[in-house]
């Protein structure tokens, strides 16, 4: 019997967000990822509409990391007949309770579309019940000829490449790459013999500021709003990003880099998965871990204020000036941070800074394009506050990060698939590709499918 697989990119292809990916191997059906579209909000259309595949039939769902974009899905796929595993790492489906509650919380009340019978507190413990966290490199057994390892992607605590060998072939599936080295977790592995690589391309146009960089960027966008006596406000991702952010805002209070002034963390999802946080520091790279070793309140210094009550948020445009709001969403689509935002970019005296990346047409990414109006909660608010741009605390790696990681496999690997990447930006990486290593790269198109060949040459 002919020995090949075939992979089916379901979403997630040309564009960053709603990563679904199906392989079917050695006759089993295999879903890679099951996220969300995320585009101007979180109730995009494109979500509801039916899978291209039979969820009955799919036996097993590997998720690569807890973002809403690879699992925010999972709900709609169990209400439409999945009942097989779901694998992760252990922390991924810690961190997964949280993110899908939050999801639901969001969701459920959309009875238009009828998503309030698709998101609910069932379809939650049901997806945990189903769930099976794994060690990272631990063997995973799915058929006499195929088995799995999850290899550390450094991106969020507990991300993970999902690498399947077959037939003595490595097909591997990166999920989102880390911008190593990171603060707080290990760099991403190397992976240096896979024959077939199905990597992201969010940055593949375009490089970060250098570490060190980053920080001065940080403390100058600080040290001058605190000069104006104003308000800066941080849209962030409440997994990883505020986590990452306090880690570094801790450094600089202890070391008195910057002034002592009210900071709120006004995000209950981020309270919460910080805590989570706190009991995988295990994951965390030797740094960190010591830092938490000496420092028990790593992610809470003088001044930091968390506030999970919406009283208490409300109550932040009562705190005189200067201060600073950690809020989500990261791309300003829902969450705390709107009503901040409406509140306070009106301002010049004000500062938005933004750390991540924004989806096209989301208020996030209009905000970073400079637009002088942005529509948020239905209500046109004008925009005079500073914009404060820092690419370097992106969780993904940058074009030259991601092209060095395919460097150490380039002398094995036949086939690159690019995607989870805006179209320009997939195409520049599939052409550096071509360009700087003569590799076969291609950036594939929505629901297209190729057929791996896994025959021993």
């Known amino acids: 019997m002919e020995k090949t697989a075939k992979i089916t990119f379901c979403g997630g292809a040309g564009s960053v967000t709603g990563a679904n990916f199906l392989l079917e191997i050695d006759g089993k059906k295999i879903l890679i990822d ?16 039916p899978f291209v595949y039979n969820p009955k039939e799919i036996e097993i769902l590997f998720i690569t ?17 999945f009942h097989g595993k779901i694998y992760s790492t252990e922390p991924t ?27 609910t507190e069932e379809s939650i413990k049901l997806a945990l019940s189903l769930w099976h966290g794994f060690p990272y490199k631990e063997k995973i057994k799915i058929t006499d000829n195929v088995e799995v390892h999850l290899l550390n992607a450094g991106h ?41 690589l199905i990597m992201e391309s969010v940055y593949g146009d375009r490089n970060h500021e250098s570490k060190e960089d980053r920080r001065r960027y940080l403390e100058e966008a600080i040290e001058d709003n605190y000069k104006r006596k104003g308000t800066l406000i941080i849209p962030t991702f409440s997994l990883e990003r505020s986590q990452e952010l306090l880690f570094e805002l801790n450094a600089l209070v202890e070391n008195s880099r910057i002034p002592i002034m009210p900071i709120f963390l006004d995000s209950p999802l ?29 992610f809470d210094f003088p001044g930091l204020h968390n506030t999970l009550k919406s009283e208490e948020s409300k109550m932040i445009g009562n705190v005189p000036n200067p201060k600073i709001v950690i809020a989500g969403s ?19 005296n004000n500062t938005i ?40 605390y992106s969780g993904h790696k940058d074009s030259d990060g991601l092209l060095s990681f395919v460097e150490d496999m380039q002398d094995k690997v036949k086939k690159i698939f690019v995607v989870m990447g805006e179209p320009k930006s997939s195409m520049f990486l599939v052409q550096k590709l071509k360009d700087n290593l003569g590799l076969e790269a291609f950036a594939p198109n929505l629901g297209d499918s190729v057929i791996l060949n896994c025959e021993i040459q």
Request: aromatic content about 6%.
């Open 270 to 298: 981020a309270i919460r998965l910080t805590d989570v946080f706190r009991q995988y520091k295990n994951y965390f790279n030797e740094t960190a871990q010591k830092a938490m070793s000496h420092d028990k309140y790593l």
């Open 353 to 392: 800074l933004l750390t991540g990346y924004q989806s096209v047409n989301t208020p996030g990414r209009l905000i970073r394009e400079g637009l002088k109006n942005v529509r948020i909660t239905g209500e046109n608010v004008p925009i005079r506050a500073h914009i404060v741009k820092i690419s370097g």
């Open 93 to 119: 489906k810690a961190l997964a309770g949280p993110m899908l509650e939050d999801t639901v919380g969001i969701l459920s009340k959309n009875k238009e579309l009828g998503l309030d019978k698709i998101y």
């Open 65 to 81: 990391h807890a973002h809403v974009d690879h699992l925010g899905r999972i709900p709609k796929l169990l209400h439409d007949g």
């Open 330 to 348: 990261g791309m300003s689509t829902g969450g705390r941070i709107v009503h901040h935002e409406k509140h306070y970019l009106p301002d010049p």
């Open 156 to 196: 969020i605590l507990g991300s993970a490449m999902v690498e399947f060998l077959y037939n003595g072939k490595k097909i591997v599936f990166t999920g989102d790459l880390g911008n190593s080295p990171s603060m707080l977790l290990p760099d991403t592995e190397k992976v240096t013999d896979a024959d077939y």
């Open 34 to 49: 099951c996220g969300l579209t995320q585009g101007d909000k979180m109730t995009d259309e494109a979500n509801w509409e």
